[in-house]
């Protein structure tokens, strides 16, 4: 991924925190790509967990569940990032998230393998998906993130010019100008001091395009 924008001096990177287990995470970062055919917006990737965010919490079980299976993509990026460096990060975050938000494939050692091949990683590190060796790698990160917004949040975290914010959760993900016009806004609010929360209820589901 190009660090600049042809013809632009003054390119911002936006730093955001994924899980790839989240489908409005992966929104949100379909949509920042958008930004950054727009914007002068260079998007740099990093893992955080919600199966780390969750621990020890009290969850229904479906959740519980869902969290279990989250650990091995998550380990398998932070793996794939300390062999390969962190610029495998998107092209691998991109294999996993169109496998398992587009084509509903189960978190599995085919789904892996096939994920970290396409984007030039080594396959063997789909071991790392059951293995707690990368775990304190992974929670560096993950506290990296979630320390610059607080607990009371997930993923994604965005954070840009020394601003940081949890989302914007939104469906689908805008394209074009209209993609652009939500990073201005969402940036100005974000950079408002003072500002903490804009919220409603989300009353319809992923919409995956």
Known sequence: MS???PG???TVTA???FDPSCPWAWLTSRWLLEVEKVRPVRARWHVMSLAE????????????EAMAQAWGPVRICIAAAARHGEEI??????ALGRRRHLEKAEWSRETFVAALTEAGADP????????????????ASHNDGIGRV????????IAVGGTAFFGPVITPAPKGEQAGRLWDGVVLVAG???FFELKRSRDIEPIFE
Do not use: C, F, K
């Not at 063997?124 to 929670?139: I, P």
């Not at 607080?150 to 975290?157: K, N, Y």
């Open 53 to 64: 965010l969750n621990a020890g919490r009290e969850v229904p079980e479906q959740y519980r």
């Open 8 to 10: 632009d001096t003054d």
């Open 124 to 139: 063997s590190l789909a071991s790392a998906a059951t293995s707690t060796a990368w775990d304190e790698a992974l929670r």
């Open 15 to 17: 730093d955001l925190w």
């Open 3 to 5: 660090s600049e924008i």
């Open 150 to 157: 607080g607990m009371d949040v997930g993923t994604p975290v």
């Open 89 to 94: 990060l998107g092209p691998l975050y991109t």
């Open 192 to 194: 408002t001091p003072g």
